[in-house]
Nanobody, 128 residues
């Protein structure tokens, strides 16, 4: 069974940090571009950050550049999103998703949000 499972969400104060994990079972993440997405209440889904399968190229949406870092540990079949200097506007449900073995295009994954596999999401709340 193909499955992506996010963890690491929770409540954090403004300026704080969280690290999200996306663990895969039934598929090898090495072969896929992986992305982190978020959706806040009443807003459209947004591609936050993506990482390629081939050379580790990354993409970040402007609002998180310099604060968030995406990384992958292929040995653990896991992708991470380190979130620092968090702001209330980062509050959302965060999802990870995998693209396809047949392409490795970060724009397609992160901007057009075209993915084959999705996790169930984890809530992140930034509040004092």
């Amino acid at each position: 069974q193909l499955q992506l499972v996010e963890s690491g969400g929770g409540l954090v104060q403004p300026g704080g940090s969280l690290r999200l994990s996306c663990a895969a079972s039934g598929l090898t993440l090495d072969y896929y571009a992986i992305g982190w997405f978020r959706q806040a209440p009443g807003k459209e889904p947004e591609g936050v950050s993506c990482i390629s399968s081939s050379d580790g190229t990354t993409y970040y949406t402007d609002s998180v550049k310099g604060r968030f870092t995406i990384s992958r540990d292929n040995a653990k079949n896991t992708v991470y999103l380190q979130m620092n200097s968090m702001k209330p506007e980062d509050t959302a449900v965060y999802y990870c998703a995998a693209g396809s073995k047949s392409w490795d295009e970060l724009f397609k994954l992160c901007v057009h949000i075209i993915a084959n596999y999705w996790g169930q999401g984890t809530q992140v709340t930034v509040s004092s």
